[in-house]
């Protein structure tokens, strides 16, 4: 049963470049969130797909934007990329609704670096 | 603004030893995890509480959820090198219908043998 797979695992780009990365959740999971890890702290929530809709967002700006497709896999896009956003980019799976959520499943992450 | 904090930020202790992490929080939670993070990799769920007052046992790893379903512990019996890592709490917030989900700052574990 594959977990959480996410795509690249390592990528350097240049400052006001633009970056996507992807995810495909766990089989049987249809919500998708993504996180930003800083080194040193912990996961701070970007967004939550489920539908294929943003169904809620944490406290960043306009350039982080996703997508979710309809067999469940999600996009997160970032434009005019600044140093800040260098960060390990966490996807995690779960099922909907709060009786039903037991935890997140994670991926290993990709580790993005803005130079 | 919600917020979890977890004390204390980093601990370096011998193999052999106890230790207490605890995760505090003024937001009411419908349930709680601990997740426990390697370098260069996401974290790995080891439990989750969901009802105040619950203890919870994985070998050596003791979880309890508070009574007000604020803040949480994780102790770990005999420490051993491989429970060295970032450990994490994560709260589902009990004001939405669906998982909102906040995490702590996490505990950075190092278990020297």
């Given at each position: 049963?594959?977990?959480?797979?996410?795509?690249?695992?390592?990528?350097?780009?240049?400052?006001?470049?633009?970056?996507?990365?992807r995810?495909?959740?766990?089989?049987?999971?249809?919500?998708?969130?993504?996180?930003?890890?800083?080194?040193?702290?912990?996961?701070?929530f970007?967004?939550?797909?489920?539908?294929?809709?943003?169904?809620?967002?944490?406290?960043?700006?306009?350039?982080?934007?996703?997508?979710?497709?309809?067999?469940?896999?999600?996009?997160?896009?970032?434009?005019?990329l600044?140093?800040?956003?260098?960060?390990?980019?966490?996807?995690?799976?779960?099922?909907?609704?709060?009786?039903?959520?037991?935890?997140?499943?994670?991926?290993?992450?990709t580790?993005?670096?803005?130079? | 603004?919600?917020?979890?904090?977890?004390?204390?930020?980093?601990?370096?202790?011998?193999?052999?030893?106890?230790?207490?992490?605890?995760?505090?929080?003024?937001s009411?939670?419908?349930?709680?995890?601990?997740?426990?993070?390697?370098?260069?990799?996401?974290?790995?769920?080891?439990?989750?509480?969901?009802?105040?007052?619950?203890?919870?046992?994985?070998?050596?790893?003791?979880?309890?959820?508070?009574?007000?379903?604020?803040?949480s512990?994780?102790?770990?019996?005999?420490?051993?090198?491989?429970?060295?890592?970032?450990?994490?709490?994560?709260g589902?917030?009990?004001?939405?219908?669906?998982?909102k989900?906040?995490?702590?700052?996490?505990?950075s574990?190092?278990?020297?043998?």
């Open positions: 049963d594959a977990g959480v797979t996410q795509s690249p695992t390592h990528l350097i780009k240049t400052r006001g470049q633009q970056v996507t990365l995810c495909s959740p766990k089989s049987g999971h249809d919500t998708v969130s993504w996180y930003q890890q800083a080194l040193g702290q912990g996961p701070q970007i967004f939550q797909y489920y539908e294929e809709e943003e169904r809620q967002r944490g406290n960043f700006p306009d350039r982080f934007s996703g997508h979710q497709f309809p067999n469940y896999s999600s996009e997160l896009n970032v434009n005019a600044l140093l800040g956003d260098s960060a390990l980019y966490l996807c995690a799976s779960s099922s909907p609704g709060r009786e039903n959520w037991l935890g997140y499943t994670f991926g290993s992450g580790r993005l670096t803005v130079v | 603004t919600q917020l979890l904090e977890q004390s204390p930020q980093f601990l370096s202790i011998q193999e052999g030893e106890n230790l207490t992490v605890y995760c505090n929080s003024s009411v939670f419908s349930s709680l995890q601990w997740y426990r993070q390697e370098p260069g990799e996401g974290p790995v769920l080891l439990v989750t509480v969901v009802t105040g007052g619950e203890v919870k046992k994985l070998k050596r790893l003791t979880f309890q959820f508070g009574d007000a379903r604020k803040d512990s994780l102790h770990i019996t005999a420490a051993q090198p491989g429970d060295t890592g970032l450990y994490l709490c994560a589902a917030l009990e004001e939405t219908s669906y998982d989900v906040i995490f702590g700052p996490g505990t574990l190092s278990v020297i043998p």
